[in-house]
């Protein structure tokens, strides 16, 4: 697995992200679950995460940057998900959660401070709780057996 970095902007600032890539398939993913407390089921393509990461910033650009922003940036990213899938996996949820705390810590390193991993953790946590709250009808979960995998709608789980 090698290093790679890629550059992004939000609002008028060029932030680098530096993830883990590796080729599969003849195909280039990106691990991006640095924060993230429990594996990854799934890895994007590089091209798909250099996509999500670009509207991820755009969405952020429209604002302030303060935290709150963070949510109705995640929140708007989901919602246009959701009109071009009708439903959101949680695959793809984790992994927009993932490239936006990787945003947020190359924004407050861009400042030449360092981001501690705490502050990933809570912000992911915090992340996965309110679009788990805003899209739970929405959101599916992959459900593992030794046979197969199906997917469960996350109110199931939740009633």
């Excluded at 691990?31 to 429990?38: D, G, H, P, Q, V």
């Excluded at 393509?45 to 509207?55: H, Q, R, V």
């Excluded at 190359?106 to 981001?115: C, S, V």
């Amino acid at each position: 697995m090698n290093n790679h970095i890629e550059y992004f902007n939000v609002k008028t600032a060029r932030i680098a992200i530096v993830v883990q890539q590796y080729i599969a398939n003849n195909s280039i993913y990106v691990k991006t679950e640095e924060f993230r407390e429990f594996p990854s089921i799934g890895h994007s393509k590089l091209i798909d995460w250099k996509n999500d990461t670009t509207s991820l910033c755009a969405e952020l650009s429209k604002t302030k940057l303060d935290k709150n922003d963070y949510f109705t940036s995640l929140s708007n990213v989901c919602k246009k998900h959701l009109l071009q899938f009708g439903r959101l996996i949680d695959i793809d949820l984790y992994n927009y959660i993932d490239e936006l705390v990787l945003i947020s810590k190359a924004l407050y390193e861009m400042f030449g401070d360092r981001y501690q991993s705490k502050w990933g953790v809570s912000l992911w946590h915090d992340l996965q709780y309110a679009m788990f709250n805003e899209f739970g009808e929405d959101i599916y979960i992959h459900k593992f057996d030794a046979f197969k995998t199906e997917l469960i709608k996350l109110s199931d789980f939740q009633s």
